[in-house]
């Protein structure tokens, strides 16, 4: 049957999950919940994104609550290691490009560069000074880090994602874990940590970035980007079984064991390649805006979903 407005389904769905997912923003707001968890367990800090509802999708005030719990698991001599996991049926769905909580607009006080606030300035002046700080900056700030860091992932690890996961000394992957970075779709060419040729090596790379295709935690595993992959159910005895064994080790040794690793990575050419490819990821978002309607080529979390399915 033809539907009077022209739409379909598969258009009415959309629509209605859009709806709830308003909804469901609203009472997120009117309960004050945070956007990140902490608890202690132990020696063992665990860190929890805490958007489920709209699959951990990373806005400015995630980002800083991240920063915030992770300078709190340093400052605490009775913090060995820490866990970040995201709560719901996802790690993380990337960055918020569409919820009710997106915050692109809203100044914050800047922690990971020397930079003047983007609200308020125009085009890529906006652009380079927000993502130099939210995204960029901060996950530099996070991998250097001196104690050791394990992401536990579990459903999509998409796109802003992977940069959470990245800067983790360790992956941890349930065995429905996939990953993907496909803002090419976007004419962008990859996310703004661009770790990808030092995590995945030249060729996945590529390939990752060329079709915007998911990988699975196996594929992960054997590109050596993921430590280890169990059953879902395991994933968090897992993690942790394997945060304890660290724990026990000298902090001091492990601080610099992880520095000694990080600044081998960079010495192969990860800080320079960042650098210049963060140029290119922003000449992409300045042609995008010139030639059509936004930086973003016009693509939103759901066309973005729909191109990859």
Known sequence: MT???GDGPAEDAARNEDAARDEAARGEAARGEEVVRYQARGKVALITLNRPRYRNAQNSAMTYAIDAAFTRAVND?????????GAGEHFCAGHDIGTPGRDIDTSFDRQAVIWWDHVGKQGADARYA????????????WRE???PSIAMVHGACIAGGLMLAWVCDLIVAAEDAFFADPVVRMGIPGVEYFAHPWVLGPRLAKEVLFTGERFTAARAYQAGMVNRVVPRADLEAATFALAD????????GLALAKRAVNQCEDQMGMRAGMDSVFGLHHVAHAHNA??????????????MKRASS
């Open 77 to 85: 001599d009775e913090i060995a290691v820490i866990v970040l996991a």
């Open 3 to 5: 539907q009077a407005n």
């Open 130 to 141: 927000r993502e130099m700080e939210v995204y960029l900056g901060m996950c530099r700030r």
């Open 145 to 147: 880090i001196p104690k």
């Open 290 to 303: 010139e030639v059509g309607t936004d930086s973003l080529a016009g693509m939103d979390a759901r066309s």
């Open 245 to 252: 064994k660290i724990a026990a080790m000298p902090p001091f």
